[in-house]
Nanobody, 126 residues
């Protein structure tokens, strides 16, 4: 079992920036892809970004392309830099580990066996 703890959420005005962090502990794999999903009020959870185990490959949802950047410090820690935030970016952001992603485009089935964090709230005011 992998434990994931997210931090960095908060309230920001449209056009502002936030940086989310995620720390993994427990039975982590050195070759685990990690990533972020989010869930807006009244909507289903959706993919945001993913990064490969070595940090060399990544993918993003079209809605955040060019505004969000996912990065990786080591096998246990990733971050999501969010710039030019919009009200539609509001939601609970979840960190995931053990994603079956190597490179190229992300597909939802790659997260079928992922571990999830508890989430951190991001609110963007207009």
């Amino acid at each position: 079992q992998v434990q994931l703890v997210e931090s960095g959420g908060g309230l920001v005005q449209a056009g502002g920036s936030l940086r989310l962090s995620c720390a993994a502990s427990g039975r982590t794999s050195s070759r685990s892809a990690m990533g972020w999903f989010r869930q807006a009020p009244g909507k289903e959870r959706e993919f945001v970004a993913v990064i490969s185990w070595n940090g060399r490959d990544n993918d993003y949802a079209e809605s955040v392309w060019g505004r969000f950047t996912i990065s990786r410090d080591n096998a246990q820690n990733i971050a999501l830099q969010m710039n030019s935030l919009k009200p539609e970016d509001t939601g609970v952001y979840y960190c995931l580990a053990e994603i079956a992603y190597l490179r190229g485009r992300f597909s939802s089935h790659m997260a079928n066996h992922a571990d999830w964090g508890q989430g951190t709230q991001v609110t963007v005011s207009s």
